[in-house]
């Protein structure tokens, strides 16, 4: 058994999220049995200046285990001496960022337009091999574009190259993230290397992962954005990978108390000044969809007075509760 698939073995791999998987957020994943968790990219140019926004993102703790750090870049020199400073934190994991389609990523030649130059792809993985000693990964699109699809391509270099396992999201970089995830791209990159094919992409319900892992034969499957507000599917992921059957949505009385715990390991890793902005986001995305939300969500949008957030939010949830006890969130 390999690192990667040894790490997340009958569950699922939470992943790198820009300004979302920070360390409160990747605990509370945690709670609910993800396997495994990564970082969200952090530059490789920041981490060789040390500056302290870029060091902070590799701020983790005990409990934070096993944790995959993601770096990006497009220079061999500067991702393997960036490499070796990630090393230092002791990570389970190293991660590349080969997929990012983010114009203030691919314009510095970093992220997905690393899969316009495989070459150079191949140089900066094989010289990050060489610099530490932990399992390196390569996180991709499934290319440039339809007409440029080489995620295979990639994925036989990174093997090549000593990468320990690639993880495959089906859009291409110029899809963004709109369309679907092809999933035929992720059974394709499994067929062509021996190394572990992790897939990603479009995993929403519990009950995807297992459709993801039958169809393309992957060794583990990667959730994004199905767990935004949403950890619960982590627990759901791995009742179906146990051959259980799915347990209930979390009740509204769990849903807040989690929202709680949530805020709480906010204020304890951030400070009390700075958690407000943070947590504003994943409060809207715990409410989503929930009954007569709207003027509430509305406002939490608006609002820099925790206090009062919680008391509005408080007073939110023991309404629902009292009318509509019923609720599955
Ligand atoms: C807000 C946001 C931030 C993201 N940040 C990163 C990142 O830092 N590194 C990375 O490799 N992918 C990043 N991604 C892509 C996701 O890791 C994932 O590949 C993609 O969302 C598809 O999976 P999903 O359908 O499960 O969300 C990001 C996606 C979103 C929506």
């Given at each position: 058994m390999s690192a990667i698939t040894d790490l997340c073995k009958n569950t699922a791999?939470?992943?790198?999220?820009?300004g979302v998987t920070d360390l409160p957020f990747r605990l509370v994943a945690r709670e609910?049995?993800?396997?495994?968790?990564?970082?969200?990219?952090v530059s490789a140019n920041g981490l060789v200046r040390e500056t302290a926004k870029?060091?902070?993102?590799?701020?983790?703790?005990p409990e934070d285990r096993p944790l995959g750090v993601q770096i990006f870049g497009a220079d061999p020199a500067v991702m393997a001496e960036a490499a070796r400073i990630v090393g230092e934190h002791d990570p389970?994991?190293?991660?590349?960022?080969?997929?990012?389609?983010?114009?203030?990523?691919?314009?510095t030649g970093a992220g997905a337009m690393l899969m316009k130059d495989l070459p150079l792809a191949g140089r900066?993985?094989?010289?990050?091999?060489?610099?530490?000693?932990?399992?390196?990964?390569?996180?991709?699109?499934?290319?440039?574009?339809?007409?440029?699809?080489?995620?295979?391509?990639?994925?036989?270099?990174?093997?090549d190259a000593g990468a320990a396992a690639v993880i495959v999201h089906g859009r291409t970089a110029d899809q963004g993230f709109s369309g679907f995830s092809d999933w035929s791209v992720i059974a394709d990159v499994k067929r062509a290397v021996g190394i572990p094919v992790v897939g990603n992409g479009d995993i929403r319900?519990?009950?995807?992962?297992?459709?993801?892992?039958?169809?393309?034969?992957?060794?583990?499957?990667?959730?994004?954005?199905?767990?935004?507000?949403?950890?619960?599917?982590?627990?759901?992921?791995?009742?179906l990978l146990a051959?259980?059957?799915?347990?209930?949505?979390?009740?509204?009385?769990?849903?807040?108390?989690l929202?709680?715990?949530?805020?709480?390991?906010?204020?304890?890793?951030?400070?009390a000044r700075l958690a407000g902005r943070s947590f504003r986001k994943h409060l809207l995305w715990y409410t989503k969809g929930l009954p007569s939300s709207g003027r509430l969500r509305e406002a939490m949008g608006k609002m820099t007075d925790s206090d009062r957030m919680f008391a509005e939010l408080e007073e939110y949830f023991r309404l629902l509760e009292q009318t509509q006890p019923e609720i599955m969130t």
């Open positions: 791999i939470l992943a790198p999220l820009a609910f049995g993800c396997g495994l968790c990564f970082t969200e990219m870029t060091l902070d993102y590799l701020k983790t703790c389970d994991i190293l991660d590349l960022n080969m997929g990012c389609p983010v114009r203030k990523v691919v314009k900066i993985i094989a010289a990050v091999v060489r610099a530490v000693k932990r399992p390196v990964t390569v996180k991709m699109r499934a290319g440039w574009s339809r007409a440029a699809q080489n995620a295979v391509q990639l994925a036989r270099i990174a093997e319900k519990p009950s995807d992962a297992l459709d993801m892992l039958k169809q393309t034969e992957c060794d583990a499957v990667m959730v994004g954005r199905g767990a935004l507000g949403n950890p619960w599917i982590f627990q759901g992921i791995s009742e051959g259980a059957s799915l347990g209930n949505r979390p009740r509204l009385a769990e849903r807040y108390a929202i709680r715990r949530h805020w709480d390991l906010e204020v304890r890793h951030r400070g």
